[in-house]
């Protein structure tokens, strides 16, 4: 049964325009979000991440935030570059099993030059 | 810096076959990982170290078997491949349980 969820496969985005990207979680003892970008070929890297105690966190271009009574974050990316097209995962962690970290299936950004 | 690096990159098995998947982290991090990657599924993991010489099952852990080798190296071993073991690998490694965690390039393993 998948925790996290990424209900968008696909997303395609102007250059210059805002890409939102969205999850949801089931868990809620998941306490800890993250977001990964994945190039083809090779393994994702991380990008930023969220803690449960906070709603919004910003890094740069990219803000993620968290609706805790929801069970949905979101990725947002202003503006969009063409370098950001990749595949994003969002990942959580649960607040017990440090190591377990659960991830979404993936949506794939494609950003139009 | 080299980071985490897997071997081999690809690789095609028979049924029944069995192989050794090498990972190596150079960061000196304490917790290692082996994620599986399957299309609709998403990453799942399938054994990790939280610290040189411990090992503990993920969410996958049938049909493999794993090894810390030393705190850089864990490998991750199928005695007797399976179709169903048909995915892209990925190894990980973080300082601690509540670090990020910092992947490799990734295996393709192929089982026929």
């Known amino acids: 049964d998948q925790q996290v969820k990424q209900n968008s496969p696909s997303l395609s985005v102007q250059e210059g325009r805002i890409s939102i990207l969205n999850c949801d979680y089931t868990?809620?003892?998941?306490?800890?979000f993250l977001w990964y970008k994945k190039y083809p070929a090779e393994g994702p890297t991380f990008l930023i991440s969220?803690?449960?105690?906070?709603d919004k966190n910003e890094d740069g271009r990219f803000t993620v935030f968290l609706n805790k009574s929801a069970k949905h974050l979101s990725l947002h990316i202003v503006p969009s570059q063409p370098g950001d097209s990749a595949v994003y995962f969002c990942a959580a962690r649960p607040l017990a099993g440090a190591n377990n970290l659960f991830f979404g299936t993936g949506t794939r950004l494609t950003v139009i030059p | 810096n080299a980071g985490v690096t897997q071997t081999p990159k690809f690789q095609v098995l028979k049924t029944g076959q069995s192989m050794t998947l090498q990972c190596a982290q150079d960061?000196?991090?304490?917790?290692m990982y082996w994620y599986r990657q399957d299309p609709g599924m998403g990453l799942r993991l399938i054994y990790y170290s939280a610290s040189e010489g411990t090992t503990d099952k993920g969410e996958v852990p049938n049909g493999y078997n794993v090894s810390r080798l030393n705190k850089r190296e864990f490998s991750l071993r199928l005695e007797s491949a399976a179709p169903s073991q048909t995915s892209v690998y990925f190894c990980?490694?973080?300082?601690?349980?509540?670090?990020?965690?910092?992947f490799g390039a990734g295996t393709r393993l192929s089982v026929l």
């Open positions: 868990n809620s003892m998941f306490d800890y």
């Open positions: 990980a490694s973080s300082e601690t349980g509540l670090d990020i965690q910092y």
């Open positions: 969220i803690s449960s105690i906070k």
């Open positions: 960061m000196n991090h304490n917790s």
